[in-house]
């Protein structure tokens, strides 16, 4: 598992990881579409709006998980010193930022047919579009500062700040009275939704984080490649 | 005793410097209100949207009038090095950073506070309400003078992008307006929302200094 | 009193200097030499405990310096090449403001004197964003005698200063180095005191 701390090693497993990588997001994503768009069942309720799950809790999960990563390496770079977490913090926090937004846009066009209006100021909403800032801000700080030392220390201090906001996200259906419904799937009980809607959905995950890799890891090579030191 | 002589000549120094831009506060203070003013004119002069609308509006002005000012926090200092000398004489970047974080609490944010009364009279705010209003602004002002430390600490080797740091200051003042415009508009529960309040500026008032003195350290060092 | 033993420096992987010794005790003054960004205010800092060298270890009074910071501080003082002067409060208030922060016991009439000799005593009263460069520069060289400590340490001192001032300054320098104190500092140009000793920082 050292390649996921040292930048040369990173480098060389994922020049064989690419290509399975390449596949298996273009199959699933095929495989996922088709299932999703096509052969799972309407909701007795939502009727077709349904099927915009399949896209906005993928990229919500990804959106957290991003987050994760990022103050995981802030915590492995500030601590131990090792300037690959710093690389890994610059090269994910856009797709990050992306997928928050693909999941604020999907879960607005899927709140008006089901809520009523595309916005509401409940906590999961708002501490989600609070997640987004922070990506913005933190992909400002990596534009802005021209010293990189400096830029990498404090995006990461930052980072770690932030992180505040991930458990807030997390459990903010359980803590306060939301519109937004609770988590479907959890570990500890049975998932409260129908198996035969559940096998796209994990299809379109695992499709969604095998595109999000890809792109992080071709992003990572070229930050890689650009440093001169590493 | 040589290091409380120090504090207070460290005082008198900061005394003299806001002395001297007593102005730049003015202007600070004069934008607050003109954009009390602008409110009024854009949401009309109806006294119940006012007594409505009129604490969310007050913190909100007090807040990003507040930050305006952020980007002088260490600034001047640091460019013409007198945080350097301040450091090589005794003072270590923790200290300086709780020191000049009181002294903005003192010399930025006690001018707000004394401008309160007027503006609650502007936005016929009651005055039981005035007082928790008060109340909750000397705890939160002291909460926006800590973050300003950390984000304008974190910003001085940033030299494009000056908004940066009011941008982190407002992103984090999120819960401190949330915790005391309830604690204004929501009665029954004053003691618990006043307690938590406080809770968060003893917490941020423990990180401030180390996290400011890390981002001045690192400041001084690759200047 | 200040020992330096093969100190060398990286920043961001380029190696700044290498192999520096520095020994300096009463009655000595040193000054470093080299082009444009040959390191020789990185040298400064990392004297002064700002910057860690990479390899290398700084002694102070035999202890390691940050080990021994405080007494380290208190007895030495630094002049950048910026004006650490409030540029918008007057002379007299500057000083008053710095025997304060420096808890210095130099008397007025010895301050008074000095601003004489640097031909700044009409100009007690302006403020000093009306000074020019060069007596700005001199006024910021007046804190070395009010914080009277035993170490100066000066970064470019003679920058923007006429002929007759370097002179001054010098004579300065020679007085503190009679009273036992020492001195290391950056500059371009030769000064006309005896004894110094050079170091030069060039790549190689």
């Known amino acids: ?230 | 005793m040589k290091f409380i002589k120090k504090i207070i000549n460290f005082y008198f120094r900061e005394y003299k410097v806001n002395l001297s831009g007593i102005f730049d506060i003015l202007t600070n203070i004069t934008f607050f209100f003109i954009s009390i003013f602008i409110f009024i004119f854009s949401v009309g002069p109806e006294k119940e949207t006012l007594s409505l609308l009129g604490v969310g509006i007050l913190w909100t002005l007090l807040l990003l009038s507040s930050t305006l000012s952020l980007r002088k926090f260490y600034q001047d200092d640091f460019e013409n090095g007198s945080l350097i000398v301040l450091h090589l004489n005794g003072f270590s970047f923790e200290l300086i950073s709780i020191l000049k974080t009181i002294s903005h609490f003192f010399f930025v944010q006690f001018p707000f506070m004394m401008s309160i009364p007027f503006a609650s009279v502007l936005l016929d705010i009651s005055l039981e309400k005035m007082y928790d209003l008060f109340l909750s602004f000397v705890i939160g002002s002291f909460i926006l003078s800590c973050l300003g430390s950390i984000s304008s600490s974190m910003n001085l080797l940033n030299k494009r992008n000056y908004l940066l740091g009011s941008v982190m200051v407002l992103v984090f003042s999120i819960p401190i307006i949330i915790f005391s415009v309830g604690l204004i508009n929501i009665e029954d529960n004053f003691n618990s929302l006043i307690n938590i309040l406080i809770g968060l500026l003893l917490i941020i008032f423990a990180i401030n200094p180390w996290a400011s003195g890390a981002c001045l350290k690192l400041a001084i060092q690759n200047n | 009193m200040l020992l330096a033993q093969n100190i060398t420096l990286h920043r961001s992987g380029k190696e700044i200097f290498k192999d520096i010794n520095i020994s300096l005790g009463d009655g000595k003054i040193i000054i470093l030499k080299g082009k444009n960004g040959s390191g020789k205010t990185s040298l400064l800092k990392t004297i002064l405990n700002i910057l860690e060298p990479s390899s290398g270890l700084i002694y102070w009074k035999g202890k390691l310096i940050y080990k021994n910071i405080n007494d380290y501080y208190n007895n030495l003082t630094y002049i950048a090449d910026k004006t650490t002067s409030l540029r918008q409060l007057t002379l007299y208030e500057n000083i008053k403001i710095w025997r304060k922060i420096f808890l210095s016991n130099v008397s007025y009439d010895q301050i008074k004197n000095i601003l004489s000799i640097l031909k700044l005593d009409n100009y007690l009263n302006q403020k000093i964003n009306t000074l020019s460069l060069g007596e700005t520069k001199k006024f910021e060289l007046l804190r070395l005698i009010i914080e009277n400590k035993k170490f100066w340490v000066l970064d470019e001192p003679f920058t923007n200063l006429d002929f007759e001032s370097i002179k001054i300054i010098e004579q300065t320098f020679l007085d503190h180095v009679n009273n036992n104190g020492f001195i290391i500092f950056s500059s371009h140009q030769k000064p006309d005191i005896k004894n110094v000793e050079e170091i030069i920082l060039d790549k190689l």
Not at chain 1, 32 to 56: C, K, N, W
Not at chain 1, 97 to 113: D, E, N, Q, R
Not at chain 1, 119 to 136: N, P, Q
């Open chain 1, 1 to 230: 598992m050292r390649f996921l701390i040292n930048a040369k090693r990173f480098d060389a497993v994922s020049d064989i990881l690419i290509k399975p990588l390449i596949f298996i997001s273009i199959a699933f994503l095929i495989i996922g579409l088709l299932f999703a768009l096509y052969l799972s069942p309407e909701d007795y309720q939502q009727g077709s709006t349904v099927r915009i799950m399949y896209i906005h809790v993928p990229s919500a999960w990804i959106a957290l998980m991003t987050f994760l990563v990022m103050t995981v390496y802030s915590i492995i770079g500030l601590a131990f010193r090792m300037p690959f977490g710093f690389i890994i913090n610059k090269a994910v926090a856009p797709i990050g930022a992306i997928f928050t937004l693909i999941c604020i846009v999907s879960g607005s066009l899927w709140g008006k047919p089901m809520w009523g209006t595309w916005w509401v100021w409940d906590a999961r909403l708002t501490s989600v579009s609070i997640l987004f800032v922070f990506y913005l801000i933190i992909i400002f700080i990596n534009k802005s500062f021209e010293n990189n030392l400096v830029r990498e220390k404090i995006s990461a201090i930052f980072i770690l700040i932030g992180s505040v906001n991930l458990p807030i996200i997390k459990f903010s259906v359980d803590w306060w009275n939301t519109l937004h419904q609770p988590a479907t799937i959890s570990k500890l009980s049975k998932p409260s939704i129908d198996p035969s809607m559940i096998t796209p959905l994990i299809i379109m995950t695992i499709a969604f984080i095998s595109i999000a890799a890809l792109i992080a890891i071709l992003r990572v090579k070229t930050e890689i490649i650009t440093r001169e030191n590493i």
